[in-house]
């Protein structure tokens, strides 16, 4: 446990269906990230919170829409999804400096995208 | 980004053998940080060595970090089969991000 909490564990969708990923985290930490994992490739930062601001959007496409509504909570809102989007979601915070500090994982949401 | 490089992609041993991985980087760095990641699942850090150490164990791990070679290495000794995960390495400097490679796909045979 790392206490990173991720809901759901699993989520199958259709490609017109709104669905949202949660993230929540309990160690008081400041920043917060989205993360893509998809088979075979390395991970690729998607979004950077620090403090509730969106510090970092690396040209994710506008079908993922981030939320951040204090520094404990962190949501990805989904809408009209590709099949290739399909993918493990992971969340992630840390105390110190997005660049240095040590980070902590969600176990994450796989995402089937049909 | 300060993405760190694993070699080798993927390494196979027997259960109580030592496992080494590497990886190196390309520019000034504050730390080093190897995460485990088991199948499925989130990353879970493992170790931190600052710029200014070299040598830093925990448990059964030893981590070795050559600032001038710019690469570091993981050290799993008496492996396991419980150790069958995928490891990355990760440079933390400010103002940066850290960033994941594809990492070192470890397997452990009982």
């Known amino acids: 446990e790392t206490g990173v909490t991720q809901t759901p564990r699993h989520l199958v969708m259709g490609m017109t269906n709104k669905k949202s990923l949660k993230c929540e985290q309990h160690?008081?930490?400041?920043?917060m990230y989205w993360y893509k994992q998809s088979a075979k490739k390395p991970l690729e930062l998607m979004f950077v919170?620090?403090?509730?601001?969106?510090?970092e959007n690396n040209s994710v496409p506008s079908r993922f829409s981030p939320e951040c509504p204090n520094s404990s909570h962190l949501f990805l809102h989904l809408h009209t999804l590709q099949p290739e989007d399909s993918a493990l979601y992971l969340c992630?915070?840390?105390?110190?400096?997005?660049?240095?500090?040590?980070?902590?994982f969600g176990a994450g949401t796989r995402l089937s995208v049909l | 980004s300060q993405q760190g490089e694993e070699d080798p992609q993927a390494l196979s041993i027997q259960e109580g053998e030592n496992a080494t991985m590497n990886c190196s980087y390309k520019?000034?760095?504050?730390?080093l940080q190897w995460y485990r990641q088991n199948s499925g699942r989130g990353l879970v850090h493992l170790i931190l060595?600052?710029?200014?150490?070299r040598e830093k164990h925990s448990g059964r791990l030893r981590v070795t970090l050559d600032t001038s070679k710019k690469s570091s290495s993981l050290l799993i000794t008496a492996s396991r089969a419980a150790d069958t995960a995928s490891y990355f390495c990760?440079?933390?400097?400010?103002?940066?991000?850290?960033?994941f490679g594809e990492g070192t796909q470890l397997t452990v045979n009982p």
């Open positions: 990760t440079a933390g400097a400010s103002g940066s991000r850290l960033t």
């Open positions: 060595i600052r710029s200014n150490e």
């Open positions: 160690l008081g930490h400041n920043a």
């Open positions: 919170y620090n403090f509730k601001e969106q510090t």
């Open positions: 992630a915070s840390s105390q110190d400096d997005p660049g240095r500090g040590i980070q902590y």
């Open positions: 520019t000034s760095i504050n730390n």
